[in-house]
T-cell receptor, first 113, second 109 residues
């Protein structure tokens, strides 16, 4: 029944490793997003995809690479993890790009040691 | 630049009314949103304003003045479960949603 799901919920890893976070939505939405929420609770957009196509790409290091195999999935792969990558990553979706309500997943708490 | 300002913290008493203000300066405007986020959980949508005026939804109301770059969220008949962070967010001209840092509301008995 979960509308937007993310795995894993917690991820603890060492600097320099490569990791992936998966996101799936079963709402039939066209648009999906990745947000990063740091320790100060700022929620910042990283990427947005509409029907598998990238439409928003904020100033995010190249180490972050989103992949959308279909419109129900938007995965986030991170290479060469750094301490500053520690944060909560939220996936979200909306029916269309211009729809106002976004539905958020439960978040993935990433800790880089 | 893009800027959204809201108070960091507020405290109110159960049963009372609280108003959380938000001011914004963004490149373009396509709507203002309020989200509620309980500690350790995902944000959930509360309200949306694109035209000036007041939108009411049960105990929650949201107001917008586009000319002043100002909005507020009004919570009535406060309950303990309303203790959470309230995020003001603006959709810009490029349909990008920018979030404020959030206001942590503490409701005391």
């Amino acid at each position: 029944d979960t509308a937007v799901s993310q795995t894993p919920k917690y991820l603890v890893t060492q600097m320099g490793n490569d990791k992936s976070i998966k996101c799936e939505q079963n709402l039939g939405h066209d648009t999906m997003y990745w947000y990063k929420q740091d320790s100060k609770k700022f929620l910042k957009i990283m990427f947005s995809y509409n029907n598998k196509e990238l439409i928003i790409n904020e100033t995010v290091p190249n180490r972050f690479s989103p992949k959308s195999p279909d419109k129900a999935h938007l995965n986030l792969h991170i290479n060469s993890l750094e301490l500053g990558d520690s944060a909560v990553y939220f996936c979200a979706s909306s029916p269309r790009t211009d729809d106002y309500e976004q539905y958020f997943g439960p978040g993935t708490r990433l800790t880089v040691t | 630049g893009q800027n959204i300002d809201q108070p960091t913290e507020m405290t109110a008493t159960e049963g009372a009314i609280v108003q959380i203000n938000c001011t914004y300066q963004t490149s373009g405007f396509n709507g203002l949103f309020w989200y509620q986020q309980h500690a350790g959980e995902a944000p959930t949508f509360l309200s949306y304003n694109v035209l000036d005026g007041l939108e009411e939804k049960g105990r929650f109301s949201s107001f917008l003045s586009r000319s002043k770059g100002y909005s507020y969220l009004l919570l009535k008949e406060l309950q303990m479960k309303d203790s959470a962070s309230y995020l003001c967010a603006v959709r810009t001209g490029g349909f990008k949603t920018i979030f404020g840092a959030g206001t942590r509301l503490f409701v005391k008995a």
